[in-house]
């Protein structure tokens, strides 16, 4: 199956430091990618969907200035998590769907990063 | 609302037993249902995939049923085994395509004692 790359798996960082998550489709391109966030024992929850060159769509109740995306190529699209504060710690989640694939939706998630905010 | 409940929310059988995972949802208009597997810490893992039509889809020791009629699916686990810990979710597509056609269930969290 197709693989999906995220990176970090797992950071700490200081409250009011941003930090930047990559997600990458490694063996397909993706026009389209998107990011969760986990609590624990929780649903994904959809902060936004990003499309390749243009602007990112953001759920309601998400802060487009807060939760930076980027989505530059086929194959990687960023979040950056501006001013983290500890109400920011989650575990965030990346999918990203196959080109062409609209019609079955079919998606690929990454492995997850764990944001820990002190 | 498009909605999607599982259960049960958690189960602890021991290693080598069977169980069956329950998904029922109300997700109109219907295009597929997924099940997939999280273990702790890590992104969801794609066990199987049902479009309308189908009903039945096995991927080793994992089958998953679906009854469109009264929108209820399953996911049996035969011969459970230790790396079976994880949680299990249920993810319902309707036709509008999209992240925003996905409805989540919560998971079933399955713990294999040895």
């Known amino acids: 199956g197709a693989v999906v790359s995220q990176h970090p798996s797992r950071v700490i960082c200081k409250s009011g430091t941003s930090v930047k998550i990559e997600c990458r489709s490694l063996d397909f391109q993706a026009t389209t990618m998107f990011w969760y966030r986990q609590f624990p024992k929780q649903s994904l929850m959809l902060m936004a969907t990003s499309n390749e060159g243009s602007k990112a769509t953001y759920e309601q109740g998400v802060e487009k200035d807060k939760f930076l995306i980027n989505h530059a190529s086929l194959t990687l699209s960023t979040l950056t998590v501006t001013s983290a504060h500890p109400e920011d710690s989650s575990f965030y989640i990346c999918?990203?769907?196959?080109?062409?694939?609209?019609?079955?939706?079919?998606?690929?998630f990454g492995a997850g990063t764990r944001l820990s905010v002190l | 609302k498009n909605q999607v409940e599982q259960s049960p929310q958690s189960l602890i059988i021991l290693e080598g037993k069977n169980c069956t995972l329950q998904c029922n949802y109300t997700v109109s208009p219907f295009s597929n249902l997924r099940w997939y597997k999280q273990d702790t810490g890590r992104g969801p893992v794609s066990l199987t995939i049902m479009t309308f039509s189908e009903n039945t889809k096995s991927n080793g020791r994992y089958t998953a049923t679906l009854d469109a009629d009264t929108k209820q699916s399953s996911l049996h686990i035969t011969a459970s085994q230790l790396s079976d810990s994880a949680s299990y979710i249920c993810?319902?597509?309707?036709?509008?395509?999209?992240?925003?056609?996905?409805?989540f269930g919560k998971g079933t969290h399955l713990i294999i004692q040895p």
């Open positions: 993810v319902v597509s309707d036709l509008r395509g999209g992240a925003d056609g996905l409805t």
């Open positions: 999918s990203a769907r196959v080109r062409g694939g609209r019609a079955k939706n079919i998606q690929y």
